[in-house]
């Protein structure tokens, strides 16, 4: 996860942004280290499930230039 997740800030935000990610991420696993196994999984769930805005909004915004190409074809 880590790796796509640097992939996606080196495109979105730039070069000098991927170290502040890789900060961030370590603060993370150290974090989940010492966490009740419990809590790291509800944590976990919690993230996954907010995956579903940025991936909402994307298919809001593309939904008009899909119906403009399926009405081409």
């Known amino acids: 996860w880590y790796f796509f997740g640097e992939m996606n800030v080196r495109t979105l935000f730039g070069e000098r942004a991927v170290r502040i990610y890789g900060a961030i991420a370590v ?6 280290s010492v ?4 809590l790291v999984w509800n944590l976990s769930d919690l993230c996954n499930g907010l995956m579903v805005i940025p991936n909402l909004l994307a298919i809001l915004a593309l939904s008009g230039m899909v119906v403009k190409i399926s009405r081409e074809k």
């Open 35 to 38: 966490l009740k196994v419990d």
């Open 27 to 32: 603060g993370f696993v150290l974090a989940g």
